[in-house]
Antibody, heavy 122, light 111 residues
C-alpha cells in the first residue's frame, strides 16, 4: 500500500535550519506531486508548497518563499523540506502528503505522512 | 485567521446528522470544484474524507457526504458514531496566486 514515512522529531535553535525527509513506498514516486503542510500546536493546517518529483519543479506559498526549499531524491523515492532562519513560531508538526491525482496537482491530499515535530527553542 | 471559515465546534448525539460549513470566496470555493475535507483524530495525521467537493475515497463510509453552494462547501455526517469525534478541516484550491487555503478546523463532539 502507499506509505509516506517521515524522519524523526527535531529540536533547533532560533536562526538554525531544519531538513525533514519523507520516504515513500508502494507507488511510482515520480508520478505524484508531494505537498508539505504544517500544524502549529493547537492550531489548524497550513499549506507550505509542493514538489513535482518528476521534474523537481516546486511551488511555494508566498509566506514561506525565501525560507523553504523542497527537493527530492528519485533514487530512494524520498522528498525533503528544508526551512531556514527558524523562529519560535515555526514550532509545528510538519506533514508531507501525496497528491491524489496522477501527474497533476489539485490540492487533494492522500495519504499523509505521520508528521515530524520541529521545536524551535533557545 | 484562516482563509476559509468553519465553525469552531459542532456536536450531535449518536445516530443524528450534523453539517459543517466551510465558507470561502469567489476566488477559491466558489470558482473551483476542488474542495476537500479531512478528518484528524488527536495526535494523528489528517485523513482524506471527501475530494472534489462530493466524492468519497475508497474505504470512507457513505455516512460522509459533501456538497457546495456558491462560496460555501459543506460536510454532512449522518448516523453519528463515537469514532466520528475528531477535528475536521476543509481545503480548497485557490488559483495561481494563493494556490491552497485551509479552513480553521471544526471540532466535532459526539455527545
Amino acid at each position: 500500500q502507499v506509505q509516506l514515512v517521515q524522519s524523526g522529531a527535531e529540536v533547533k535553535k532560533p536562526g538554525a535550519s531544519v531538513k525533514v525527509s519523507c520516504q515513500t513506498s508502494g507507488y511510482i514516486f515520480t508520478n505524484y506531486y508531494i505537498h508539505w503542510v504544517r500544524q502549529a500546536p493547537g492550531q489548524g493546517l497550513e499549506w507550505m508548497g509542493w514538489i513535482n518529483p518528476n521534474s523537481g519543479g516546486t511551488n511555494y506559498a508566498q509566506k514561506f518563499q525565501g525560507r523553504v526549499t523542497m527537493t527530492r531524491d528519485t533514487s530512494i523515492s524520498t522528498a525533503y523540506m528544508e526551512l531556514t532562519r527558524l523562529r519560535a513560531d515555526d514550532t509545528a508538526v510538519y506533514y508531507c502528503a501525496r497528491e491524489l491525482w496522477f501527474g497533476e496537482w489539485k490540492a487533494q491530499f492522500d495519504p499523509w505522512g505521520q508528521g515530524t515535530l520541529v521545536t524551535v527553542s533557545s | 485567521q484562516s482563509a476559509l471559515t468553519q465553525p469552531a465546534s459542532v456536536s450531535g448525539s449518536p445516530g443524528q446528522s450534523i453539517t459543517i460549513s466551510c465558507t470561502g470566496t469567489s476566488s477559491d470555493v466558489g470558482s473551483y470544484n476542488l474542495v476537500s475535507w479531512y478528518q484528524q483524530h488527536p495526535y494523528k495525521a489528517p485523513k482524506l474524507m471527501i475530494y472534489e467537493g462530493s466524492k468519497r475515497p475508497s474505504g470512507v463510509s457513505n455516512r460522509f457526504s459533501g456538497s457546495k453552494s456558491g462560496n460555501t462547501a459543506s460536510l454532512t455526517i449522518s448516523g453519528l458514531q463515537a469514532e466520528d469525534e475528531a477535528d475536521y478541516y476543509c481545503c480548497s484550491y485557490a488559483g495561481s496566486s494563493t494556490f491552497v487555503v485551509f479552513g480553521g478546523g471544526t471540532k466535532l463532539t459526539v455527545l
